[in-house]
């Protein structure tokens, strides 16, 4: 069975808004190869330039078990754990994760990967040829791209060189810089596998870099260089059947890199533009009643929201959004997730066989309308029952139980409560929940009061608490 494997790793929102200037490579660079019998190919000038701009992080997070629910004496973790685990309750630990980053600035702006800080109490850096650690502060993340933005006091540091996507091609030669393991720098090469991967189950916005250079734990928020020392992504997770490098890693390209880390340095939050609509893949069976071959298809459009307001219905086929083609629904919500709010983007689509060209002011995600009677089950969420249409989009096993959460609104109740996008409700204390009507029934009939809730999340059982 494949696993996605990503460091599992605060979020803090601080500091003064900054704006951050990038130091970039010369754009359309040249591809050469050795010309004479007397020359050999050597990239250890370039590579200590991404060397010196690469560095360890490693976090510390205090888990304090003391207050939370003895889960081992409940019958549902039973079944799972035996009798045995009946009465041991987990102590208050300290877990320890290590994790790289990228120097982008000379007064000591670092980027690496939301989850390598995620959740951390304390965040050390330790620069390249050196042993001395500085504390970190967390600037902002987002957990949508996995991008993170830190800083540490320090002047005169060697910020990376960025490059751009566009200058990007299958085939080049790449290397990954990072701390694989906690052994300390390494680099590893490969060249670039593949471009614009999406669907792959890692974030919410995807449009990853494929390489076969070689990216492990710790590597995680490190570089990933072209042969002249220009970031052109930072690596972030690796597809394996065992746990061990297989040759498909993945990184996020230097563009999305740049967006998001801007918005963090000046807001400590990224905002972005939202449509409101629901959307799907034109599947072969779709495709005999459209005329093009290609887009993302419009299943439900939310009340209120942008897409309602510009004239979008059920059943339009997106095809270009701006000077952008849209080949599938994932490519979509990228696109859309890299415009601001407010912006006002042109929109070409079919409906009923027939071109049409819509303008449209995008909202805000952060203020997204939740609409849907089963929000109110869940203050702040939008619930669904689990059709195979649902469990495509939230790569669920087609014949999984329970109530989906598609929908979360910006410091909500149930955001607040631990709840996030794609997790799946499968039990309300000692109730099965297999369905909205199932969950609406046992809230309707249960006693008030604070209740346990067992959350199915990427394959783990987590344990929340609703009052």
């Known amino acids: 069975m494949k696993k996605i494997l990503l460091i599992p790793l605060i979020l803090f929102i601080g500091l003064n808004a900054a704006n951050i200037e990038f130091k970039e490579a010369p754009k359309?660079?040249?591809?050469?190869?050795?010309?004479?019998?007397?020359?050999?190919?050597?990239?250890?000038?370039?590579?200590?330039?991404?060397?010196?701009?690469?560095?360890?992080?490693?976090?510390?997070?205090?888990?304090?078990?003391?207050?939370?629910?003895?889960?081992?004496?409940?019958?549902?973790?039973?079944?799972?754990?035996?009798?045995?685990?009946?009465?041991?309750?987990?102590?208050?630990?300290?877990?320890?994760?290590?994790?790289?980053?990228?120097?982008?600035?000379?007064?000591?702006?670092?980027?690496?990967?939301?989850?390598?800080?995620?959740?951390?109490?304390?965040?050390?850096?330790?620069?390249?040829?050196?042993?001395?650690?500085?504390?970190?502060?967390?600037i902002g993340s987002d957990k949508d791209s996995d991008i993170a933005l830190i800083k540490i006091e320090a002047k005169e540091l060697h910020p990376v060189a960025f490059g751009d996507t566009k200058d990007i091609k299958i085939g080049d030669v790449v290397f990954a810089i990072g701390n694989p393991f906690g052994v300390g720098e390494s680099v590893t090469q490969g060249i670039v596998s593949a471009l614009g991967k999406d669907a792959v189950g890692i974030n919410r916005y995807e449009n990853f870099i494929q390489t076969d250079a070689s990216i492990n734990p710790g590597n995680s928020g490190g570089a990933l260089i072209d042969s002249r020392g220009a970031l052109i992504g930072i690596n972030t997770a690796i597809l394996s059947r065992s746990g061990g490098n297989h040759g498909i890693g993945f990184a996020i390209p230097v563009d999305m890199v740049k967006n998001v880390i801007t918005q963090l340095a000046k807001n400590g939050k990224v905002s972005r533009g939202y449509m409101g609509v629901n959307i799907s893949e034109l599947t072969k069976d779709l495709r005999s009643l459209y005329k093009s071959k290609r887009g993302a298809v419009i299943t439900n459009v939310q009340e209120k929201s942008a897409a309602e307001?510009?004239?979008?219905?059920?059943?339009?086929?997106?095809?270009?959004?701006?000077?952008?083609?849209?080949?599938?629904?994932?490519?979509?919500?990228?696109?859309?997730?890299?415009?601001?709010?407010?912006?006002?983007?042109?929109?070409?689509?079919?409906?009923?066989?027939?071109?049409?060209?819509?303008?449209?002011?995008?909202?805000?995600?952060?203020?997204?309308?939740?609409?849907?009677?089963?929000?109110?089950?869940?203050?702040?969420?939008?619930?669904?029952?689990?059709?195979?249409?649902?469990?495509?989009?939230?790569?669920?096993?087609?014949?999984?139980?329970?109530?989906?959460?598609?929908?979360?609104?910006?410091?909500?109740?149930?955001?607040?409560?631990?709840?996030?996008?794609?997790?799946?409700?499968?039990?309300?204390?000692?109730?099965?929940?297999?369905?909205?009507?199932?969950?609406?029934?046992?809230?309707?009939?249960?006693?008030?009061?604070?209740?346990?809730?067992?959350?199915?999340?990427?394959?783990?059982?987590?344990?929340?608490?609703?009052?």
């Open 28 to 138: 359309n660079p040249d591809r050469i190869l050795p010309q004479d019998d007397d020359e050999i190919l050597s990239f250890a000038p370039i590579l200590k330039n991404g060397i010196d701009a690469v560095v360890n992080i490693s976090t510390k997070t205090n888990v304090k078990m003391g207050n939370r629910p003895n889960i081992f004496n409940d019958p549902f973790f039973e079944q799972f754990f035996g009798r045995n685990y009946q009465g041991r309750v987990p102590q208050d630990r300290t877990q320890r994760t290590l994790g790289s980053g990228v120097i982008i600035t000379e007064d000591g702006y670092i980027v690496t990967n939301y989850h390598v800080i995620d959740g951390a109490d304390e965040i050390s850096v330790t620069l390249s040829g050196s042993d001395v650690e500085h504390k970190a502060k967390l």
């Open 309 to 467: 307001k510009a004239g979008i219905k059920r059943g339009d086929l997106i095809l270009n959004v701006d000077d952008e083609e849209i080949n599938s629904p994932q490519e979509l919500s990228r696109i859309i997730g890299d415009k601001n709010p407010n912006e006002t983007i042109k929109i070409k689509l079919e409906r009923d066989k027939d071109i049409h060209f819509i303008s449209l002011k995008l909202g805000d995600q952060q203020n997204a309308v939740i609409t849907g009677k089963s929000s109110k089950l869940l203050e702040g969420a939008e619930l669904a029952d689990i059709t195979p249409q649902i469990a495509k989009e939230l790569r669920l096993p087609i014949n999984s139980d329970g109530v989906a959460i598609t929908t979360i609104e910006s410091n909500s109740k149930a955001q607040k409560e631990g709840f996030q996008v794609g997790d799946v409700i499968i039990q309300v204390e000692n109730s099965p929940i297999g369905s909205i009507e199932h969950l609406r029934r046992y809230l309707k009939n249960s006693p008030k009061g604070a209740k346990r809730v067992y959350i199915n999340r990427y394959g783990m059982i987590i344990l929340l608490v609703i009052r």
